[in-house]
């Protein structure tokens, strides 16, 4: 574990542990965490927002979009972790490309990643902040959040340090991941 400080009630810095990857698989080993939502993101244990029908139907029609381009060339993987070693976080993305390979020894590492998608209606400052800043450390090529509320995919590609250097907003047109420039996805079908 490690520990942070934050501040509390009244200034009080209050001390703040944080999990290690580690432990974090050994909660859910022992079934400590039970049926509850939820991912590891900077050492921290977060509960997921529950998936409304628009969120539920739109991952569901990306992943079989996504499946059926794929040709061999990477998996989709839906809700399923992640792991980042290097900011101690496991987070669940809705959509993520990943290498053609078997994960059974362990899950999608940040060089497995070829893009990941979250469809956003009450996390979207989560995705957009904590998950956006962790994905870019890993060195994640490309991250697209669709933002449900105001109809936009945000897209996010070049990470440099905690951040992207490019952030597109679309409400139409076309976009292609950049690992499979031949795959053109109407951005409408992801909103």
Do not use: C
């Not at 942070?4 to 209050?14: K, N």
């Not at 939502?37 to 029908?53: C, D, K, S, W, Y």
């Not at 897209?155 to 690992?179: S, T």
């Amino acid at each position: 574990m490690l520990e942070g400080f934050v501040e509390g009630e009244g200034g009080v810095a209050t001390t703040l542990l944080r999990w290690t990857i580690a432990d974090y698989h050994r909660m859910i080993a022992v079934g400590l965490l039970g049926d509850r939502r939820v991912e590891l993101l900077n050492g921290l244990i977060l509960e997921m927002a529950p998936e409304g029908p628009d969120h539920a139907d739109l991952s569901t029609d990306a992943d079989e979009l996504f499946a059926a381009q794929a040709r061999g060339r990477y998996r989709v993987r839906v809700a399923k972790p992640i792991t980042i070693a290097e900011t101690g976080s496991e987070p669940e993305p809705d959509i993520a490309l990943v290498r053609r390979q078997a994960y059974r020894q362990g899950h999608p590492t940040p060089a497995d990643v070829f893009l990941l998608i979250e469809f956003a209606n009450s996390s979207l400052e989560k995705d957009t902040e904590e998950k956006r800043q962790v994905y870019a450390a890993a060195g994640i090529a490309e991250y697209w959040v669709a933002n449900l509320k105001q109809g936009e995919l945000i897209v996010y590609r070049e990470p440099q340090g905690n951040d992207y250097r490019l952030e597109q907003r679309l409400r139409d047109g076309f976009i292609a991941p950049l690992a499979f420039p031949d795959i053109e996805i109407d951005v409408r079908d992801l909103l």
